[in-house]
């Protein structure tokens, strides 16, 4: 895929590492943890890459797209958040860390994990860029320190455009499958599942694990950054966004659809709120 017309995709080198304002940011131990995790994950998009391509094999250009746009996107994005890390703590060995993460996480990608529907498969991989766009959102318009946010910036538009082209695709593919609203539902959900689970705290394990003198507190620790990023969310997390963009995908007429987004943009404010009060009301 060509980018679109007038559009300028911007480069590592033009961002100005040099002019991070390290006082800003380098006591935020919740922002080391998420920065660190994002960089390992987006660096591994080269496996993800090739497992895609052996799905779409039949498909030029997805193939194209995913060998010459997303992967070297996903890549720059990995590698900008791990020059930024390594700015603000320059002790932390990202490179053990990481080899320590790819050891782990590596064995979890295979093409055992795609939805053997190459339509639905796009569905997942909408649900991945949703996540990935709603979440540096979230970070951008938190962020205060300068190069973080143009950072945050450039990243968030680019996993924009990639949910745009992954639903383009599952479109394509959809018209010869033709699933209806509930596989593609079911989809969703499984997804959704998927990305709450392993890779999060697999990443998050070998950061903590080579910076932390306290392995015992591993899970402690934890257990403290999903609360804090729990707190993040709540506050700051764009819901409807997300729902929205989850349900461009489901084949529905307007109104029930309009419906079900709210009520589970409700429903998904709800769930992140709540665990919060418990803690509160039990300590
Ligand atoms: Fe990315
Ligand atoms: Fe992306």
């Given at each position: 895929?060509?980018?679109?017309?007038?559009?300028?995709?911007?480069?590592?080198?033009?961002?100005?590492?040099?002019?991070?304002?390290?006082?800003?940011?380098?006591s935020?131990?919740?922002?080391?943890?998420?920065?660190?995790?994002?960089?390992?994950?987006?660096?591994?998009?080269?496996?993800?890459?090739?497992?895609?391509?052996?799905?779409?094999?039949?498909?030029?250009?997805?193939?194209?797209?995913?060998?010459?746009?997303?992967?070297?996107?996903?890549?720059?994005?990995?590698?900008?958040?791990?020059?930024?890390?390594?700015?603000?703590?320059?002790?932390?060995?990202?490179?053990?860390?990481?080899?320590?993460?790819?050891?782990?996480?590596?064995?979890?990608?295979?093409?055992?994990?795609?939805?053997?529907?190459?339509?639905?498969?796009?569905?997942?991989?909408?649900?991945?860029?949703?996540?990935?766009?709603?979440?540096?959102?979230c970070?951008?318009?938190?962020?205060?320190?300068?190069?973080?946010?143009?950072?945050?910036?450039?990243?968030?538009?680019?996993?924009?455009?990639?949910?745009?082209?992954?639903?383009?695709?599952?479109?394509?593919?959809?018209?010869?499958?033709?699933?209806?609203?509930?596989p593609?539902?079911?989809?969703?959900?499984?997804r959704?599942?998927?990305?709450?689970?392993?890779?999060?705290?697999?990443?998050?394990?070998?950061?903590?694990?080579?910076?932390?003198?306290?392995?015992e507190?591993?899970?402690?620790?934890?257990?403290?950054?999903?609360?804090?990023l729990?707190?993040?969310?709540?506050r700051?997390?764009?819901?409807?966004?997300?729902?929205?963009?989850?349900?461009?995908?489901?084949?529905?007429?307007?109104?029930?659809?309009?419906?079900?987004?709210?009520?589970l943009?409700?429903?998904?404010?709800?769930?992140?709120?709540?665990?919060?009060?418990?803690?509160?009301?039990?300590?």
């Amino acid at each position: 895929m060509t980018l679109e017309k007038g559009h300028r995709n911007w480069r590592l080198e033009d961002v100005d590492f040099n002019a991070i304002r390290r006082e800003m940011v380098s006591s935020d131990e919740r922002l080391f943890y998420l920065l660190a995790s994002a960089s390992f994950v987006e660096i591994l998009s080269e496996l993800y890459t090739e497992n895609l391509i052996a799905h779409y094999q039949e498909n030029r250009d997805a193939t194209l797209w995913l060998k010459e746009t997303w992967q070297r996107e996903e890549v720059q994005h990995g590698r900008s958040f791990k020059a930024y890390v390594q700015s603000v703590w320059p002790e932390f060995d990202w490179e053990k860390s990481f080899a320590g993460f790819m050891a782990e996480y590596a064995q979890l990608c295979s093409l055992a994990n795609l939805e053997s529907s190459r339509a639905l498969e796009m569905v997942a991989r909408c649900v991945v860029e949703t996540g990935t766009s709603t979440l540096y959102r979230c970070l951008h318009d938190c962020a205060e320190e300068p190069v973080l946010k143009q950072i945050l910036a450039n990243i968030k538009a680019d996993e924009v455009r990639h949910f745009g082209k992954f639903r383009h695709l599952f479109i394509e593919h959809n018209r010869i499958e033709k699933k209806g609203a509930l596989p593609i539902f079911h989809a969703i959900l499984k997804r959704m599942r998927e990305i709450d689970g392993e890779d999060g705290y697999i990443a998050f394990k070998h950061a903590y694990l080579c910076r932390s003198n306290c392995p015992e507190n591993l899970d402690l620790e934890w257990r403290r950054f999903k609360s804090g990023l729990n707190a993040l969310i709540v506050r700051h997390y764009p819901f409807n966004m997300a729902i929205e963009m989850l349900f461009s995908l489901v084949p529905l007429p307007v109104f029930p659809k309009k419906l079900l987004e709210g009520l589970l943009i409700r429903l998904a404010r709800f769930l992140f709120a709540n665990p919060l009060r418990k803690r509160a009301s039990t300590s």
